[in-house]
């Protein structure tokens, strides 16, 4: 079974700032990561996903995600974030056992992008 | 290419009562998934579908939830009777992968909003 905790419920950044969102994993086999965010009364979508190879991956909109195995972290940060960055951010692992990418979630980080 | 749609986009109902949602995947999309969203809380898998068979429906409350995928497009996912705790977003998602393809990303709709009173 797997775990994934987000340790920060709410991220309060002002414009043009950096943000990192902190995202920690549990589990017995090797996973698959992946970062979805989620604006306001819509569907998630995937900002990014780490499968293997390069630990530092990029994804949409300028985000990239570093996957660190020693600490099973894989957190996500954005070097300047804009407005239209305000969401909800989910961090999510897939089992490598798992048939059919099932993925288990984290809590969320709600981010708040302030003029 | 069209996205997940689904329907409706809010229901209110009293506890006790039955509700339905309605999902139809991306065309071609082979796997279906049901999410419950409890606010403040990151979606928890209720049903796994492949084609029109169940993979995984381990978390689904079977004594009042059920889900079908008839013909291995359209899904729906039944609450009957509802209870207060049933209120969440329920997501319904499609991805192109089979069971042995581990990495097909996951496209999500919108979601249904269920409130119980």
């Known amino acids: 079974a797997q775990s994934v905790t987000q340790l920060d419920s709410q991220v309060p950044v002002f414009e043009e700032a950096p943000v990192e969102l902190r995202c920690n994993y549990s589990?017995?086999?090797?996973?698959?990561l992946f970062w979805y965010v989620q604006y306001p009364n819509q569907g998630l979508q995937l900002l990014l996903k780490?499968?293997?190879?390069?630990?530092l991956v990029k994804g949409i909109n300028g985000f990239e995600a570093e996957f660190n195995k020693s600490q099973t972290s894989f957190h996500l940060r954005k070097p300047s974030v804009h407005i239209s960055d305000t969401a909800e951010y989910f961090c999510?692992?897939?089992?490598?056992?798992?048939?059919?990418?099932?993925?288990?979630f984290g809590g969320g980080t709600r981010v708040l992008v302030k003029p | 290419e069209a996205g997940v749609a689904q329907s409706p986009r809010y229901k209110i109902i009293e506890k006790r009562q039955s509700v339905a949602f309605w999902c139809n995947p991306i065309?071609?999309?082979?796997?279906l998934y049901w999410y419950q969203q409890i606010l403040g809380q990151g979606p928890k898998l209720l049903i796994q579908?492949?084609?029109?068979?169940?993979?995984?429906d381990s978390q689904l409350p079977k004594d009042r939830f059920s889900a079908e995928r008839l013909k291995g497009v359209d899904s729906t996912l039944k609450i009957q009777p509802a209870k207060l705790e049933d209120s969440a977003v329920y997501l319904c998602?499609?991805?192109?992968?089979?069971?042995?393809?581990?990495?097909?990303?996951?496209?999500f709709g919108n979601g249904t909003r269920l409130t119980v009173t």
């Open positions: 998602a499609s991805s192109q992968g089979t069971l042995s393809s581990y990495n097909s990303p996951l496209h």
């Open positions: 589990s017995s086999v090797s996973v698959y």
């Open positions: 780490y499968l293997s190879g390069s630990t």
């Open positions: 999510a692992v897939s089992d490598f056992k798992a048939a059919g990418n099932k993925l288990t």
């Open positions: 065309s071609g999309h082979a796997t």
């Open positions: 579908f492949q084609n029109n068979g169940v993979v995984d």
